[in-house]
């Protein structure tokens, strides 16, 4: 097999995975639940952590192309929880930045009913903008919130497509 056909069977097969899960979610009740797809589990090469910006970027492209013909109501996003404790709460301004503070969790695909994601209850959510990461989103953010049983601060870059 030459390398056209070996690159044509991988997006394939990446296409594949996103719109089975897709069509997962939307069957199963899976929305409510906020299931979601690990970039890893799309494809293999993005398992290691210096894949994950590109394989992001990839991901959230391909998934907003085949969300126009399955769910084109829905919010689609790509999320990833970010570390770092309450003296650097900053909002990645680059590429760079977010990469070094992405979580050990890869970012993950998600589905949702508008006026339903997790930032719309601006009552124990905190938004801060920040720069377009991803040419296919249409913004990029910076989710905090707490914690149900805990009382520590989470955040979460979200990019919305």
């Not at 797809?37 to 391909?62: N, Q, V, Y």
């Not at 919010?75 to 050990?104: K, N, R, Y």
Request: proline share 6%; glycine share 6%; net charge negative.
């Amino acid at each position: 097999m030459n390398d056209q056909q070996s690159d044509a069977n991988k997006e394939r097969g990446t296409r594949a995975a996103i719109e089975d899960w897709m069509r997962m979610v939307l069957a199963t009740g899976g929305i409510e639940r906020f299931d979601d797809l690990h970039i890893d589990d799309i494809d293999g090469a993005w398992k290691d952590r210096e894949s994950w910006l590109d394989g992001s970027s990839k991901a959230i492209t391909l998934a907003k192309e085949l969300k126009t013909g399955i769910a084109p109501a829905k919010t689609l996003a790509i999320m990833c929880a970010l570390s770092g404790d309450a003296s650097d709460l900053v909002a990645p301004s680059s590429p760079t930045e977010l990469s070094e503070q992405i979580d050990w969790t890869p970012p993950s695909l998600y589905l949702f009913d508008p006026g339903n994601e997790p930032w719309a209850d601006l009552g124990s959510v905190t938004v801060t903008p920040t720069i377009r990461i991803f040419p296919a989103c249409t913004a990029c953010f910076v989710m905090e919130f707490k914690t149900e049983h805990e009382n520590e601060l989470r955040r979460t870059f979200v990019a919305v497509a």
